[in-house]
């Protein structure tokens, strides 16, 4: 089964990392200075779960260091969550990217997550 994700999505006054628009799922990924802001990253994922968005939140160094692992939680969370209604999808704004559960590899996830970690 496979994903669609766009990258760099604005949402509200909030731009997020990445998008699955049929899940209304966002996937952030936080470098270090987000230990010093977790108010405003509270803040923020307050009100994009106020707009009916899950939010996944991941550190840099979880996806450098462990990215099958952080693949392995988005992946169930795809898998279990059915997309909210079929017939109203979200509209993406960003780079499209897709991402297929099934053939996932190593390789794939470097692709998918091709932002360099020194952006987040």
Partial sequence: ?????????????YIVDFLCPSHRLIVEIDGGQHATQSLKDDRRTQWLESQRFTVLRFWNNDVSGNLDG???TISRWLLSNPPPHPNRPLQGGGDSKVFDVQS????????FLSVSASSW
């Fill in 1 to 13: 089964m496979a994903f669609a994700f766009d990258s760099k999505f604005r949402s509200g006054s």
């Fill in 70 to 72: 952080v693949i392995e």
């Fill in 104 to 111: 996932f590899s190593p390789s794939t996830a470097n692709s």
